[in-house]
Structures are given as structure tokens and as C-alpha cells.
């Protein structure tokens, strides 16, 4: 059990940081340079693969997330007993955020899907808002973390 509750664990924490991470790194590094470069339609070519790449990716990483988060709700219940009322506020802002990020990764998904051919991209969608929920998220971990 101890083995699962890691393994688990771990695969958790590896698509949260590969999710929120790639967010991150979307928003502030590679967003801010790509300004400078939308005249270019290689570049705008350029930056629409890396995004359909990420997202990807992404429905991969969110299935887990979703799985490894419910097996960790499981095994919180084990180690700690009935939960305190601010371990489930924590928990349910939690949910809540990561799934209005899930409404945003469909929306584009159906962008993604719905296109015939690449023809470039000067911004990439929603990266704003999927990164305030991001470091959100991020935030009630540090919570549940440490509470009761
Ligand atoms: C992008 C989304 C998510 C990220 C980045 C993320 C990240 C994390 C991190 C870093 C921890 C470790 C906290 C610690 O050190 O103990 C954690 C724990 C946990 N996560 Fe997530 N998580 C995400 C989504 C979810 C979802 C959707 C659920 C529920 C379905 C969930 C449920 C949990 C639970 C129950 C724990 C254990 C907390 C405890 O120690 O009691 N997470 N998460």
C-alpha cells in the first residue's frame, strides 16, 4: 500500500509540474519574446506547433492529474481521519480551479481540432487566466499540505 500511495504521489506531483509548469513557461518566457517576432510567419508557425504539442500533451497530464488526485483524496482520508472543515475548503478550491482550467484546455482542444491546416499563431490562447489558476492551484497544495 505504502508503494502505491508513492508511486501515485509522485505521478501527481509529475503532471501538476508538467502541466503547470509548461503554463508557466508559456506565459513568461515564451509569450513576452514572441511579441517581438508575429511579423514572421515561420515563427507564428512556429509557436502554433509548440502550442497544439503542449496541448498535447496536456490531455495526457490532465487525465492523470484528475486520477492521481482522486487515489490522493483516498489516502488523505486514511492518514488523517474526517477532514477539517478547512481541508475541505482548500480541497474543494482546489477542484473548483482546476476545473475551470479543464473548461479552457477543452475550449482550445475543440480550436485544435476543428482547424484544416496550420496557419500560424501570433498569441497563444487563454495563458492568463490558466496561469493564475496555476500558481492557485499550486497554493491550496501548499495548504492542503499543511493542514489539519
Ligand atoms: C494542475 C493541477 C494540480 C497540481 C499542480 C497539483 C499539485 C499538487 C501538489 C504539489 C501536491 C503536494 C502537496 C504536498 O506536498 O503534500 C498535491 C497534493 C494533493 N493533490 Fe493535487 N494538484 C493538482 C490537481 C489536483 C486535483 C484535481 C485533485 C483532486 C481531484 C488533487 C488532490 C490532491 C490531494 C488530495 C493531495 C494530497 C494533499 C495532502 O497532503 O493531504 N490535486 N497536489
Do not use: C
Not at 33 to 61: P, T
Not at 119 to 142: C, D, H, N, R, Y
Amino acid at each position: 500500500m505504502e508503494v502505491l500511495k508513492v508511486v501515485n504521489f509522485w505521478i501527481h506531483l509529475l503532471s501538476g509540474f508538467a502541466y503547470i509548469g509548461g503554463i508557466i513557461f508559456l506565459t513568461l518566457f515564451l509569450s513576452p519574446v514572441a511579441k517581438n517576432y508575429v511579423n514572421d510567419l515561420k515563427f507564428r508557425l512556429f509557436l502554433e506547433e509548440v502550442h497544439d504539442r503542449f496541448q498535447k500533451f496536456s490531455g495526457l497530464f490532465i487525465a492523470l492529474i484528475l486520477i492521481t488526485g482522486g487515489i490522493n483524496i483516498h489516502f488523505a482520508h486514511l492518514m488523517r481521519g474526517n477532514f477539517s472543515v478547512a481541508y475541505f475548503v482548500a480541497l474543494t478550491f482546489k477542484i473548483l480551479f482546476f476545473s475551470i482550467i479543464l473548461t479552457h484546455y477543452l475550449l482550445t482542444l475543440k480550436l485544435i481540432l476543428g482547424k484544416d491546416k496550420k496557419e500560424g499563431m501570433s498569441e497563444i490562447p487563454f495563458k492568463q487566466p490558466t496561469f493564475i489558476l496555476g500558481v492557485l492551484i499550486l497554493m491550496m497544495a501548499a495548504f492542503l499540505k499543511h493542514l489539519p
